[in-house]
């Protein structure tokens, strides 16, 4: 079986879900709302990040959350997708596209995460890109 690409993966087709636990987990106990989201989602959300600003993965979930009347998002699965949609990204820009034209993933990943370390790019591209857009 073939190796599926980022891309691949990025359109799975999976779309947000919110789910009622039934047994504590991820910060959450039975009975409360857990949003899985999809790469699209966050995605969108990561471009809604002003140029020149960042905001924390925990912020990100957050706001998922809120958007979906959930008490929370799932931590890993938004990891998977943060890192999805950091590779596509990535991809996108060594195939020429502008920075101005992916998903802007240096705004939410923390260059001293350990998602920057799994990054093909590394937590040194994402301190470079922050500092060129807050660089007067």
């Known amino acids: 079986m073939a190796k599926k690409t980022w891309r691949q993966k990025y359109d799975n087709g999976h779309d947000p879900e919110v789910v009622v ?6 910060g959450l106990v039975p009975g409360q709302k857990l949003l899985i989201s999809s790469p699209s989602e966050i995605d969108g959300l990561l471009r809604s990040v002003p140029i020149g600003q960042t905001t ?20 890993l699965t938004t990891g ?7 590779e596509v990204a990535l991809e996108e820009l060594a195939a020429g596209k502008g920075v101005d034209e992916v998903a802007p993933f240096w705004r939410v990943v923390d ?6 370390k799994k990054l093909s790019c ?7 890109q922050r500092d060129a857009e807050t660089r007067p």
């Open 56 to 75: 924390s993965v925990a912020e990100l979930r957050n706001s998922l959350a809120t958007r979906h009347g959930a008490d929370g998002t799932c931590p």
């Open 111 to 116: 260059p001293k995460s350990p998602l920057a």
């Open 80 to 86: 998977i997708f943060l890192r999805i949609i950091a």
């Open 21 to 26: 636990l039934d047994k504590p987990g991820m």
């Open 122 to 128: 590394g937590p040194e591209w994402i301190r470079t």
